[in-house]
Nanobody
């Protein structure tokens, strides 16, 4: 079993940047597909990005393509999400998740383990 802890959230002005980190314990994160999802109030969790196979597989949601970058650090057993050119509509709780199957990386049910989430708020 793998335990996940997100960090790096906060308040930022539109156009700014934040870097989220997902730290894993219990297992080697690079053995999993790791996804980032976000959930705004009153909405379901939406796919942001996914990474696997030490970066050989990377995928992004349409709303963040060209602005967000997902990367992994095998030595630190972490996955990061660099968020640039942030917009107010990026405001949400961001979650990282880990799963063993690569069949459904863009939906929450494709993952077995979840972190507790970190709040990102982008002001106009």
């Amino acid at each position: 079993q793998v335990q996940l802890v997100e960090s790096g959230g906060g308040l930022v002005q539109a156009g700014g940047s934040l870097r989220l980190s997902c730290a894993a314990s219990g297992r080697t994160l690079s053995d999993y597909f790791v996804g980032w999802f976000r959930q705004a109030p009153g909405e379901g969790r939406k796919f942001v990005a996914a990474i696997a196979r030490s970066g050989a597989y990377i995928n992004y949601g349409d709303s963040v393509k060209g602005r967000f970058i997902v990367s992994g650090d095998v030595a630190e057993n972490t996955v990061s999400l660099q968020m640039n050119s942030l917009k107010p509509e990026d405001t949400a709780v961001y979650y990282c998740a880990a799963g063993t199957s690569g069949l459904s990386t863009m939906i929450p049910s494709g993952y077995n383990y979840w972190g507790q989430g970190t709040q990102v708020t982008v002001s106009p």
